[in-house]
């Protein structure tokens, strides 16, 4: 097992403000903040792309942990209700340092994810485990 802890000094980006209408157009467009959030992840994700080189789909998985850090509290120390949701974190954040990293997200068989209050930033945890080291389905309770 291969583990790599990569922290982007990025403040996370929700989906919502990622993508944008077009006027007379159908469908989203990445918008200039989801743009150069995104090149600044594959950037900050391209500086570890030697450590994951020998990761080999036939024989390994993928599982990440995410921590989403930013300013989610309300003065009075309560998270703010109207914050974004952590699975809109995800996605845009997670292709860009696949991409970085010169690996394939569809290799991710396990996550974990977690939105705190803190200074902005991401840590990204990511594993290289064997298959034959994944709990099968029908081991897990549901």
């Known amino acids: ?3 790599i802890i990569i922290k982007f000094p ?3 980006l929700s989906q919502n403000k990622c993508y944008r209408t077009l006027p007379g157009r159908t469908g989203l467009v ?3 903040d989801g743009k150069r959030f995104k090149d600044d992840v594959f950037k900050c994700a ?5 450590k994951l080189a020998t990761f080999n789909s036939k024989t390994d998985y993928l599982s990440v942990n995410y921590l989403f850090m ?3 509290l309300t003065k009075g120390g309560a998270y703010k209700q109207n914050s974004d949701d952590l699975d809109n974190f995800i996605k845009l954040f997670q292709d860009a340092m696949f991409d970085g990293l010169g690996l394939n997200d569809s290799n991710v068989l396990e996550m974990q ?5 803190g200074k902005a930033g991401i840590v990204a945890t990511i594993e290289v485990k064997k298959l ?3 709990v099968p389905a029908y081991d897990l309770e549901l």
Not at 113 to 117: E, L, V
């Open 1 to 3: 097992m291969r583990k």
């Open 113 to 117: 994810a977690f939105k705190r209050h």
């Open 46 to 50: 391209s500086l570890f792309k030697k």
């Open 10 to 12: 990025i403040a996370p």
């Open 30 to 32: 990445l918008s200039r």
């Open 132 to 134: 034959t080291e994944l």
């Open 70 to 72: 930013n300013d989610f």
